[in-house]
């Protein structure tokens, strides 16, 4: 058991304000749930965790252009 992770993790969640520890305590007991339950999800379910997935995801990426995404640039270079 890694005491001192815990410990640090306890520190860290203690300084959250009350909106974002009542989040995390919903997060965290969906995560239990679906580790625990392992049942087969509902789609709405599915859907919620997609959609929590991809609040996650970066929200900057790189865009190619229309040439460089062309055949001819990508078998030339």
Do not use: G
């Not at 995560?31 to 919620?48: A, I």
């Not at 991809?54 to 640039?73: G, I, Q, T």
């Amino acid at each position: 058991m890694n005491v001192q992770l815990v410990s640090s993790l306890v520190e860290v969640i203690s300084k959250l304000s009350p909106e974002e520890q009542v989040l995390f305590q919903e997060k965290l007991s969906r995560k239990h749930l679906s580790f625990n339950n392992r049942k087969t999800l509902t789609s709405q379910e599915r859907l919620l965790l997609w959609q929590e997935w991809m609040d996650m995801a970066p929200k900057s990426y790189a865009n190619l252009s229309d040439e460089a995404m062309s055949r001819e640039h990508i078998y030339h270079n």
